[in-house]
């Protein structure tokens, strides 16, 4: 399973220009963390409120991958 540190190393060489200076590393570093963070306790709290932990997590990450996607081809065609 691949950590979070890979997933941010591989977002930092392949979305941040070359030319970015430190403070634009660190403020996107701290972005990338924070949103992995969001996500993460809203999975736990919404697992932890439930008893049906698997179901919830379930439609949650399918939400999630679902904006995601629409993200990516926002970004693709300028809207994002």
Known sequence: MRKLA??????ENRILSAHA?????IET?????????????????????SGESDDIGATMLENLHRECR????????GRA
């Open 70 to 77: 629409i993200f990516v081809l926002d970004v693709a065609e």
């Open 6 to 11: 890979d997933e941010w190393s591989d977002y």
């Open 21 to 25: 200076g430190q403070t634009q590393r």
């Open 29 to 49: 570093r701290r972005a990338f963390y924070a949103g992995a963070h969001s996500i993460l306790m809203g999975l736990l709290d919404a697992a932890s409120e």
